[in-house]
């Protein structure tokens, strides 16, 4: 996300997630933006956010009638205020920093995991486990493989790296062998 998205993403982002928590809310606002979100990043929606013809009362309905009843009011007017500051292409911006937001307060870190072959659930759970221990908070995991890896796995969570690969292994031995 460019720097540029993020700064003037992030006050919207706040305001919507201190409104949605104070409201116990934020299941339903995380939903909704998600679902505004995609309908922004929809080409033939994107099209319309820079036409001089739409105004932006047609484009908060557009995006509100779409995102449906998980807006509310209070979402349905966030949008309007969106379209009616240029900000509706920011959605997915703003959607992704709420998501953020929510995942702090609730405990919850998202850890991809990237491994030489696919994980069984056994794995998975174990893996699952482990990784909560360690960061003493709920994971969800995305799981994707990738062969050059040679054997066993690289697991990211936000700023965490821990790279289990073989192929890692045998850069770090030839460094080794060559320094």
């Given amino acids: 996300m460019a720097a540029d998205k993020a700064t003037i ?3 919207y982002a706040k ?3 201190e409104d949605a928590r104070a409201n116990g809310r934020l299941e339903e606002w995380s939903r909704g933006l998600g679902i505004a979100a995609h309908v922004v990043r929809d080409r033939r929606v994107a099209r319309l956010l820079d036409n001089p013809r739409v105004t932006p009362e047609e484009l908060a309905q557009l995006v509100s ?5 998980q807006l509310g009011d ?3 007017n966030f949008v309007l205020m969106l379209a009616q500051n240029h900000r509706l292409a920011y959605l997915p911006e703003i959607s992704a920093m709420f998501n953020e937001l929510k995942d702090q307060v609730e405990g919850v870190a ?3 995991v990237t491994s030489a072959a696919p994980l069984d659930e056994s794995q998975r759970h174990r893996l699952r486990e482990a990784l909560a221990r360690r960061l003493k908070r709920q994971v969800r995991l995305h799981c994707h493989t ?9 697991l990211r969570a936000g700023d965490l790296v821990i790279d289990g690969s073989l192929r890692a292994r045998l850069e770090r031995m030839a460094y080794e062998l060559t320094a």
């Fill in 9 to 11: 993403s992030r006050p």
């Fill in 15 to 17: 305001a919507a997630f």
């Fill in 65 to 69: 009638s779409i995102a449906g009843p």
């Fill in 74 to 76: 209070v979402g349905r």
């Fill in 110 to 112: 998202d850890v991809t």
């Fill in 146 to 154: 990738d062969p050059g890896l040679i054997g066993g796995a690289v």
